[in-house]
């Protein structure tokens, strides 16, 4: 019985505290100037009615907000800039631009907040892309 109310307390507090590094981290990548993509989304494994087979599987309306943020950048063509969302389920998008390369985060963690989602992505950007220049 002891043991229960320990564990009980132990979650308890463990559900309360933001999660960090062991979130689930989905990004597309792009640059203009070569037509690389790389992508960690889920991929359709055989061709089907809403992708063919090797591309990302992303759910239409998060695809409709990765596509807000490529149109905020399309308004602004010689700049570098940055977006950071949070959508309605409490996941976040932030969306760079670099020169000709755009990179969009999704960020599954609702208890985050902007500042840990910043250094969260500065974090998985230096991992994924360390060879690659973004500005800060």
């Given amino acids: 019985r002891q043991n229960l109310t320990t564990l009980d307390a132990s979650l308890g507090e463990q559900l ?17 100037m070569n037509l690389a993509v790389k992508y960690s989304f889920v991929t359709a494994s055989r061709r089907g009615p809403t992708a063919p087979a090797g591309m ?7 695809m409709r907000y990765l596509g807000d943020v490529h149109a905020d950048f399309s308004c602004y063509p010689d700049s ?21 390369r755009e990179f969009l985060v999704v960020l599954l963690n609702k ?22 220049f973004f500005l800060d």
């Fill in 80 to 100: 570098d800039c940055e977006v950071i969302m949070k959508l309605p389920n409490d996941h976040w998008i932030v969306g760079r631009k670099s020169d000709q």
């Fill in 16 to 32: 309360r505290r933001p999660a960090t590094t062991g979130d689930v981290f989905r990004y597309i990548y792009f640059n203009q």
């Fill in 56 to 62: 990302p599987v992303v759910p239409p309306e998060l």
């Fill in 111 to 132: 208890y985050a907040s902007i500042i840990d989602v910043s250094e969260e992505i500065k974090k998985q950007a230096s991992v994924h892309f360390a060879n690659i």
